[in-house]
């Protein structure tokens, strides 16, 4: 008997506790936004009713466990993400999987880079990722164990310094410069990882996350692995699905100045491309939850959700 996994990424967009400061430009959430928030992420993931979920911006993992305590479908689903430094000056984001498949190892936060991947010199923290990926291996019913890495590369957000601002064009260059050579750097250091890691566990690997960047940009391709051996590339979910139409395909994820695009990605190792010879699966389809974007909920993500729809061969 065929068997059908569900893996899905979820940029939740500041997931925290009411009354926190994130930002300079963003008011504290108030109580009742709180409570609309966490009811509409609690419907969404309910309606995605994916096995594994990948999560971003989450401020706060006691707040993504008050969700999955919402929701019908997750009470007793596994939650593995990592809390930033309580001592910290704010809250800072990070990642979390969740998973109603059993693990096969603990989680583990991937904070550093690989020891020949760095930042150039002079960068603020130039050996560590912005978001520490996350990494746990989740077993199948068939008894395959499958390498989940859970992502969020840096935003294109401009990386000014000291007392540098937008009002000059050449400063908001520069910043902007700043933030491509971390991303494609934080690019550089998974795709690092992730042949490591196809050479120790030899397992399949399904990477889901918001790459902040469209599937065919450079930084996106170094993670695919491009140019590399066969059975380290990864692909994108979207492109070997089997019932991709290129006359209907509307998928995105976000809506940015009247602009679609998708930048939450969910990427496959070769064991589910059925057009390579030791395939183990195939993507069946894959699922953009989107419409939230064009209907302005002020609880809502501002990114689509992306749900993969995987089929393992008998």
Known sequence: MQEELRFATFNTFNLAPPGARLYDNLAPTTAAEYEAKLDWTAHQLDLINADVIGFQEIFSQSVLAEVLRRTRRYHDAHHIGFDPDPGAARLTPSVALVSRLPLAEPGTELGTFPANVTMPAGSRDPDRFTRAPLHAGVIAPSGVVIDVVVVHLKSRRPDYRSSDSGADPHLYALACL?????????????????????????????????????????????????????????????????????????????????????????????????????????????????????????????????????????
């Open 178 to 314: 700043r933030s491509l050579i971390r991303r494609g750097t934080e690019a550089t250091a998974l795709r690092v990882l992730l042949t490591d890691m196809a050479h120790t566990h030899r397992r399949p690997r399904i990477v889901l996350g918001d790459f902040n960047d469209v599937a065919d940009s450079v930084t996106t391709e170094i993670v695919l692995g491009a140019g590399t051996p066969l059975d380290e590339r990864l692909y994108d979910a979207s492109q070997v699905q089997r019932r991709l139409d290129h006359q209907r395909h509307v998928g995105y994820s976000i809506l940015h100045d009247t602009r679609h695009s998708t930048i939450d990605h969910i990427l496959v190792s070769p064991e589910f491309n059925p057009a390579l010879p030791d395939a183990i699966g195939e993507v069946i389809d894959v699922v953009y939850l989107n419409d939230h974007l064009n209907l302005g909920l002020p609880e809502a993500s501002d990114h689509g959700q992306v749900l993969a729809r995987i089929r393992l061969f008998d």
